[in-house]
């Protein structure tokens, strides 16, 4: 194996905290969590030759995350009759007893958030991913990363002191 595959193996062992944290943010459940992480990984290894030197690492894995995430549910979607009430419910992970109630109104708010506010929230406030890479892995332009995570963080602010009502998960 040539150095620079060893460098890019070596990185994506270094990034799998970071990796597992975005998988669970996406699927909300441990064991998808780390199915996903697998998946992943088995996914960046077949590509290794894709991988551009000098680009971020980071960002490139975590594309192939959400690439692969959203394929599975479209997929998942289909099997089962284009019922996505049905894929939701088997996606959601049970709540488990917090120590703090303020942390637990946050996480349902942030639950409750549409999939692309809670990505970009996950991605630059908890990961601390660039406005950059994120509006590369997102697919979009860094002014769209810019106001949907303001929008997002407005949102959250919003429910989590009670000034909108939670809304129905998305």
């Known amino acids: 194996m040539e150095p620079s595959r060893n460098a890019v193996l070596n990185g994506s062992v270094e990034l ?16 998808s969590a780390e199915d996903l992480c697998q998946e992943t990984m088995l996914k960046v290894i077949r590509s290794l030759d894709k991988f551009e030197p000098g680009t971020c690492l980071k ?3 975590f594309t192939i995350m959400r690439n692969t995430f959203r394929n599975d549910m479209k997929r998942k979607w ?10 939701i419910a088997t996606q959601q992970a049970p709540g488990q007893q917090e120590d703090s ?7 349902d708010a942030l639950d409750r958030l549409s999939s692309k506010h ?13 406005y950059e890479d994120a509006a590369g892995i997102a697919g979009c332009a860094v002014g769209t990363i810019k106001s949907r995570l303001w929008r997002a963080r407005q949102h959250l602010e919003s429910m989590v002191d009670g000034k909108t009502p939670l809304s129905p998960r998305h």
């Not at 905290?17 to 669970?24: D, M, N, Q, R, S």
């Not at 289909?78 to 894929?87: F, I, K, Q």
């Open 16 to 31: 799998m905290p970071a990796l597992k944290a975005f998988a669970f943010s996406l699927t909300r459940d441990p064991a």
């Open 101 to 107: 109630l303020r942390l637990h109104e946050t996480a």
């Open 59 to 61: 960002s490139w894995m």
């Open 78 to 87: 289909r099997e089962n009759n284009n019922n996505y009430d049905t894929l």
């Open 118 to 130: 809670r990505e970009v929230i996950v991605l630059i406030g908890a990961l601390g991913v660039s």
